[in-house]
């Protein structure tokens, strides 16, 4: 039993009524794929499904090639089974018509290679399900009730659009974060080595004053939009560690960063608020507990440090005006931070623990996990009540 025929008979004999939730989202992100040209130019001519419902087509920026039954191309069949195979070809997306048969597909001249926004042409259902992973078995059906793919193995209908990994990640992240709390074993296993966890300590930031700290540091860093907590700190230097992820999804990433205070075990987190509020606060009008990022990066650092912090970039701008102290100073250190540790970090750089000019003040620069976005930290607390850690989750592990 040939590939075509084999499909075709596991999806009837696996269908179901079941349906699935819809995801949502617009697609935005390119895949590594790069499209290639069409060995025969296709010209889509009756759009059968939702072709021709809506003005505007969608489109897949650098979808890459696919195979597709030249019937579907010419109009002589239309597009009923989707297969998406690591096989090393295109995008791996395989597309076959209502009237194919195996000894039609069989023939490669009866196949086309295409690129994949040229069978979303024909049916721009095919735009909904292009993330799906390496495995997707899919039929294509169009009735009553709208055109939609259903999964063959599942009996699931997809609908609406399914969204890239990485964005995928991003909105269910951004549902997380920025609780009042979380469950002690979320943070008991923040830091903990194993499965694509790794941590890292960072090395020690200085703590002059106490006064702990959170911002971006390119964009907010000794401004009045940085946030200074409200509980204090012993005057010190600290050790900052980070936990690493390995992901096979999104690649390396911070999924938290944290300040360790004491050795002492935390029995419990809650949330830390800005200098002038407490707990009880949360949730008036004006009061929030998470910084801003707008530059993909995050730091532990203390008020006194962010003071100067901000008097060296000013002078340095002055120095070399219309120049960015990202690209044109900090960059330069997280590229050898990333030479120092390469399977630790991307190939820009993830973290550095930045010395100031002129004060020798050790401050922790890290990204901030999905990038920009707001962040809030979290206090860890002893049995006696004292502090023994800072936390600022970025994305939870889970999800990757």
């Not at 939609?148 to 909105?171: C, H, K, M, N, S």
């Not at 974060?177 to 930031?205: C, D, H, M, S, W």
Request: glycine fraction near 10%.
């Amino acid at each position: 039993m040939g590939l075509f025929n084999r499909k075709k008979k596991e999806a009837k004999a696996e269908k179901t009524e079941a349906k699935t939730e819809a995801k949502t989202g617009k697609t935005e992100i390119n895949t590594n794929t790069e499209p290639e040209k069409a060995q025969e130019p296709a010209k889509a001519p009756q759009a059968q499904g939702t072709q021709g419902a809506t003005p505007a087509q969608p489109y897949i920026e650098a979808a890459g090639f696919t195979i597709v039954s030249k019937s579907i191309l010419n109009g002589t069949s239309k597009l009923k089974w989707l297969f998406r195979h690591d096989n090393g070809q295109g995008n791996g997306w395989i597309a076959f018509g209502d009237s194919d048969t195996q000894e039609y597909v069989d023939n490669p001249d009866n196949m086309a290679v295409v690129d994949y926004n040229e069978l979303i042409k024909i049916e721009p259902a095919a735009a909904n399900v292009y993330y799906l992973p390496f495995g997707a078995d899919l039929e294509f059906r169009a009735d009553g009730t709208g055109s939609y793919f259903v999964d063959t193995a599942t009996g699931e209908e997809i609908r609406e659009q399914v969204l890239p990994p990485l964005r995928a990640i991003f909105e269910k992240n951004l549902k997380f974060l920025n609780k009042e709390t979380y469950p002690e074993e979320f943070f008991r296993g923040l830091f903990q080595k194993g499965g694509i966890q790794e941590p890292y300590v960072l090395g020690k930031a200085d703590f002059p004053t106490g006064e702990i700290v959170l911002s971006d540091p390119i964009v907010y860093l000794g401004t009045q939009y940085m946030v200074t907590l409200e509980q204090k700190i012993p005057a010190g230097s600290y050790p900052v560690e980070l936990c690493i992820c390995h992901s096979e999804q999104v690649g390396v990433r911070i999924a938290a960063a944290r300040l360790i205070i004491s050795s002492q075990e935390p029995v419990r987190h809650e949330i830390a608020m800005p200098k002038g509020s407490s707990k009880e606060d949360l949730g008036k009008p004006g009061v929030w507990a998470f910084f801003g990022v707008d530059n993909g990066l995050a730091c532990f650092t203390d008020a006194k440090v962010a003071v100067k912090y901000r008097e060296f970039i000013s002078g340095w701008k002055r120095e070399n005006p219309g120049k960015n102290e990202y690209f044109e100073y900090f960059a330069y250190f997280f590229q050898k931070s990333y030479e120092k540790h390469p399977s630790l970090q991307r190939e820009s750089g993830d973290f550095l623990l930045w010395q100031m000019p002129g004060t020798g003040d050790r401050l922790a620069m890290f990204a901030s996990g999905m990038g920009d976005g707001i962040y809030s930290g979290y206090w860890g607390i002893d049995r006696e009540g004292k502090v023994t850690e800072l936390v600022v989750p970025f994305i939870n592990p889970e999800f990757l």
